[in-house]
C-alpha cells in the first residue's frame, strides 16, 4: 500500500476562490507540501493555511532561484536536480502510506509547478490533479475585461519571451495574457507600443490577494513590478446575434 498523491490548485490568492472539492482533499492529507522561495512566505501555503492542523506535516518546496529570465543550461539542471530531490522526497511519504497534497498557486496544469512532480511521481503512485482558478481569468474578472468573444482565440505567454518572440506571437493574436512580468515588464512594454497595442493593455498585480494592485498601463513603475503581475490584451467586443 502506499500514500496517494494530490495536485491541489489553491487558486490566485484569494482563499474564498479555493474549492470545495480542494478544500476536502487538502484536509484528509496526512503531508502538506508547498513552494516557497528563500527567505519568502509561501503563498500557496498563506491561501491555506488556517485549514491546516498541527498534526499535518508541513513539506517546504524551497526553489534554488526565481525564474525572470531564460536559464543558462546550468539553472536548468539545478531546477531538474531541484525536482528530482523533492520527487524523492515526497516519495518516501508516499511508501509511507501518507496522502501528500502538493499545494500549487492557480491551477496545477497551467504553468503549475505541480506538473514536474506530476511527470515523476505519477507513473509509480496514485495521483489526483484538482484543478483551481487560474491567475488569467482571475486578472479578468478583476478588471472586469472578456477575455475572447465567440471565435476569438487567446494567446497565453510568459514575459521572459525574447522580444522577437513576443512581437511575433501578439501580432498573431486576438486577445493575449503576458504573465509573471518583474523585470520583463519593460521590455513587454517597449513590444506593446511598437504594436501599437500598448492603448489596450490592461495591468494588474497580485490579483485577488490582499496587496492587489491595478494601474493604468502608462502609468507603471516599470521598476517596482513584482514577478505576480500580468498584462491582458482582451480580444475587441463582438456585436451579439
Not at 508547498?34 to 493555511?49: C, G
Not at 496522502?99 to 496544469?109: I, M
Request: hydrophobic fraction near 45%; include cysteine.
Amino acid at each position: 500500500m502506499t500514500g496517494k498523491l494530490y495536485g491541489i490548485g489553491v487558486g490566485p490568492g484569494d482563499p474564498e476562490l479555493l474549492t470545495l472539492k480542494a478544500l476536502r482533499l487538502l484536509k484528509q492529507s496526512h503531508v502538506v507540501a508547498y513552494p516557497a522561495a528563500k527567505k519568502r512566505k509561501s503563498n500557496a501555503l498563506t491561501i491555506v493555511e488556517h485549514h491546516l492542523t498541527d498534526a499535518q506535516v508541513r513539506l517546504p518546496m524551497i526553489y534554488p532561484f526565481t525564474i525572470e529570465k531564460p536559464l543558462p543550461d546550468l539553472y536548468e539542471t539545478a531546477l531538474s536536480d531541484f525536482y528530482d530531490g523533492m520527487a524523492a522526497e515526497i516519495g518516501g511519504h508516499l511508501d509511507q502510506d501518507r496522502d501528500v497534497a502538493v499545494l500549487c498557486e492557480g491551477d496545477p496544469f497551467f504553468f503549475g509547478s505541480f506538473m514536474y512532480l506530476f511527470d515523476r511521481l505519477s507513473p509509480h503512485y496514485p495521483t489526483e490533479v484538482v484543478p483551481g482558478v487560474n491567475s488569467v481569468v482571475a486578472c479578468a474578472a478583476v478588471l472586469g475585461a472578456p477575455l475572447v468573444y465567440r471565435y476569438q482565440t487567446l494567446t497565453v505567454m510568459g514575459g521572459v519571451l525574447g522580444e522577437d518572440e513576443l512581437r511575433r506571437r501578439l501580432q498573431a493574436a486576438d486577445a493575449a495574457a503576458i504573465m509573471k512580468l518583474g523585470s520583463n515588464f519593460a521590455k513587454v512594454k517597449r513590444v506593446l507600443t511598437e504594436l501599437g497595442l500598448a492603448d489596450r493593455a490592461l495591468y494588474i498585480e497580485r490579483a485577488t490577494m490582499a496587496e492587489q494592485k491595478v494601474l493604468p498601463f502608462a502609468e507603471v513603475d516599470e521598476t517596482k513590478v513584482p514577478y505576480f503581475a500580468m498584462v491582458l490584451l482582451p480580444g475587441k467586443k463582438w456585436a451579439s446575434g
